[in-house]
C-alpha cells in the first residue's frame, strides 16, 4: 500500500502561482507512475498532469498545457505541482494519485491509491 498527503492548497488570485506537494510513504515511491486530478463542486474529477516512475516522461492536459508543471523527487517520495497563471476556472480539489502500471494514464479509474486532496481557490 501506498499512502499520498497533499498539502500547498490555499487561497490565491487570478494571475498569481501555487505549488502543490504530495508525499508518499509505504511502497518503493519510484515503482509508480503519479498523477494529480482536480474536482470542483458538482463536477467530475479530472485529469491534471501525471509523471512516469523515472520523472522522464509527463503528460498534461490541455486546460494547464503552458502553465502547470509536474514534477518528482524519488529520494524524498514526493511529487509537486507547480501552478502558474492561475484562473479562477482553477478553483478545484486537487489529488495526488499513484498508479502501478507501466504506462501513464488519464482517467481515475487506472489508479490505486489517492490523497484526501488540498483545495485550491482563485479568486477573480
Avoid at 505549488?19 to 494529480?36: E, Q, T, V
Avoid at 492561475?86 to 479509474?109: G, M, N, W
Wanted: glycine share 10%.
Amino acid at each position: 500500500q501506498v499512502q499520498l498527503v497533499e498539502s500547498g492548497g490555499g487561497l490565491v488570485q487570478a494571475g498569481g502561482s501555487l505549488r502543490l506537494s504530495c508525499a508518499a510513504s509505504g511502497r518503493p515511491f519510484s515503482a509508480y507512475n503519479m498523477g494529480w486530478f482536480r474536482q470542483a463542486p458538482g463536477k467530475e474529477r479530472e485529469f491534471v498532469a501525471a509523471v512516469n516512475w523515472a520523472g522522464s516522461g509527463k503528460d498534461y492536459a490541455n486546460s494547464v498545457k503552458g502553465r502547470f508543471t509536474i514534477s518528482r523527487d524519488n529520494a524524498k517520495n514526493t511529487v509537486s505541482l507547480q501552478m502558474n497563471s492561475l484562473k479562477p476556472e482553477d478553483t478545484a480539489v486537487y489529488y495526488c494519485a499513484a498508479d502501478r502500471d507501466l504506462l501513464l494514464h488519464s482517467t481515475p479509474d487506472r489508479y490505486d491509491y489517492w490523497g484526501q486532496g488540498t483545495q485550491v481557490t482563485v479568486s477573480s
